[in-house]
């Protein structure tokens, strides 16, 4: 995506366009850690499977590195994590797999977020759940939101509908359907990610050594997903500026890694062009213009549960 959504000269043509500079080594650095510790920790629990004592905290574990590949996930459908059209469609297969969602439907999917960004009517991730624009009123509701159930159901509903279901019921469960550019491709890419999820449950569930320890892993990482994305728009404006409508969080050293520097969100959005590994340069330079920047995901939703957070966004 090349669209810049900051119309205010923020970064000046110069800066910008080194910003924007693609570079294959940062990415293939840091996905093959990420996919590494991936197969590592699935690996050393399906070994020690009869040790409940290891597998508990390995499946935690495994939950967070899973729900942090959507970060390269994120990067590579943007184009922005490799200088190779190859080498962003072959990342984006690697990491969309686990992530259980079809390339092609997470393209069109968000970039039509990016251009209706909190828009009630037309932003896809909150056309079939508006309630998930404000904070939850209560610690139940909150509870219930951060479960994984609403991300699931984000991701299930157009994977089984992109793949069973005839083209002229598309608009049924996603809006943005005449978006699309190749049906045809996008029904396959769909298929082949619901068969091998299908093929990873069946294959927990027959047996597999610690495969109960997956599919909690397999769930687990939709609460953490849940938790991390929430911070980036929820309790936001409507309207006004991109700035205004999304939120950057200042977190640790260990969680930026994971996340890809996708914790400066506000910054992203600005301009969807700027690779992940120049997000911190970014953040530095834009910094007194965020108009919502807190100080970790933990102090955000600690902010949520005592009602300190900022307003629940407006018109």
């Given at each position: 995506?090349d669209?810049q959504?900051e119309?205010?000269p923020l970064l000046s043509p110069?800066?910008?366009?080194?910003?924007?500079?693609?570079?294959?080594?940062p990415?293939?650095?840091?996905?093959?850690?990420?996919?590494g510790?991936?197969t590592g920790?699935?690996?050393?629990?399906?070994?020690?499977?009869?040790?409940?004592?290891?597998c508990?905290?390995?499946?935690?574990?495994?939950?967070?590195?899973?729900?942090a590949?959507?970060a390269?996930?994120?990067?590579?459908t943007?184009r922005?994590?490799?200088r190779?059209l190859?080498?962003n469609h072959l990342?984006?297969?690697l990491?969309g797999v686990?992530?259980?969602m079809a390339?092609?439907?997470?393209?069109t999917?968000?970039?039509e977020?990016?251009r209706?960004t909190q828009?009630l009517e037309?932003?896809p991730?909150l056309?079939?759940a508006p309630?998930?624009?404000?904070?939850?009123p209560?610690?139940l509701?909150?509870?219930?939101?951060?479960?994984g159930?609403?991300?699931l159901?984000l991701?299930l509903?157009p994977?089984?509908?992109?793949a069973i279901?005839?083209?002229?019921?598309?608009?049924?469960?996603a809006?943005?359907?005449?978006?699309?550019?190749?049906?045809?491709?996008?029904?396959?890419?769909c298929?082949?990610?619901?068969?091998c999820?299908?093929v990873?449950?069946?294959?927990?569930?027959?047996?597999v050594p610690?495969?109960?320890?997956?599919?909690f892993?397999?769930?687990f990482?939709?609460?953490f997903?849940?938790?991390?994305?929430?911070?980036?728009h929820?309790?936001?404006p409507?309207?006004?500026?991109?700035l205004a409508?999304?939120?950057s969080?200042?977190?640790?050293?260990?969680?930026?890694f994971w996340l890809?520097?996708?914790?400066?969100?506000?910054?992203?959005?600005?301009?969807?062009?700027?690779?992940?590994h120049q997000?911190?340069?970014?953040?530095r330079?834009?910094?007194?213009?965020?108009?919502?920047?807190?100080?970790?995901?933990?102090a955000?939703?600690?902010?949520?549960l005592?009602?300190?957070?900022?307003?629940?966004?407006?018109?």
């Open positions: 995506m669209e959504f119309s205010r110069e800066v910008l366009g080194t910003l924007i500079t693609r570079r294959t080594l990415s293939l650095v840091r996905l093959s850690v990420h996919l510790a991936f920790v699935i690996a050393s629990i399906v070994v020690n499977a009869e040790r409940a004592w290891l508990a905290p390995l499946s935690i574990a495994l939950a967070w590195i899973w729900s590949l959507f390269p996930f994120h990067e590579c943007h922005t994590a490799f190779s190859v080498g990342g984006a297969w990491t686990p992530f259980g390339p092609s439907v997470y393209r999917f968000h970039y977020h990016h209706y828009d037309k932003d991730e056309t079939g309630h998930y624009a404000a904070w939850p209560s610690i509701t909150w509870l219930i939101a951060n479960s159930y609403g991300l159901l991701k509903r994977l089984f509908g992109f279901k005839p083209q002229a019921h598309w608009g049924s469960f809006r943005w359907a005449p978006r699309i550019d190749d049906p045809a491709r996008l029904v396959l890419e298929r082949i990610v619901l068969g999820w299908l990873f449950i069946v294959a927990a569930w027959s047996g610690g495969g109960g320890w997956l599919l892993a397999a769930w990482t939709h609460v997903q849940s938790l991390w994305l929430a911070a980036e929820t309790g936001l409507h309207s006004g500026t991109i409508r999304t939120r969080v200042v977190t640790t050293p260990f969680v930026q890809w520097n996708m914790n400066f969100h506000a910054e992203h959005h600005g301009w969807p062009s700027i690779p992940w997000l911190p340069t970014t953040h330079a834009v910094t007194p213009q965020l108009e919502s920047l807190v100080p970790g995901y933990v955000l939703h600690r902010g949520v005592s009602g300190e957070t900022l307003p629940r966004g407006g018109p």
